[in-house]
């Protein structure tokens, strides 16, 4: 449940961000995903550019957001797809 502080902070920005709602346990399966996906992405990227840069060493939070620099638009391509992978459901 929401308190009346976050509710209003829904109301006025269109989001609430609530700590702690996933454990790390639950998350993981959709890191793994999400890691996958920018892998892929991040792969067929490669070829087409003159950089070897591929970000491998970036962390989770931050690999999709170099690559995103490197290749604008490259983030939306994540989202393409039609489905969401069962991790998330």
Do not use: C
């Amino acid at each position: 449940m929401l308190t009346e502080k976050e509710l209003d902070a829904y109301r006025r920005d269109g989001f609430v961000i609530v700590h702690g709602l996933f454990s790390d346990q639950e998350l993981q399966p959709v890191i793994e995903v999400i890691n996958e996906k920018v892998d892929a992405l991040a792969t067929k990227l490669y070829p087409e550019s003159k950089s070897s840069e591929r970000f491998e060493q970036e962390g989770f939070l931050t690999r999709l957001t170099k690559l995103e620099a490197a290749f604008p638009g490259a983030a939306t391509l994540i989202h393409t797809g039609g489905t969401l992978p069962k991790a998330f459901a």
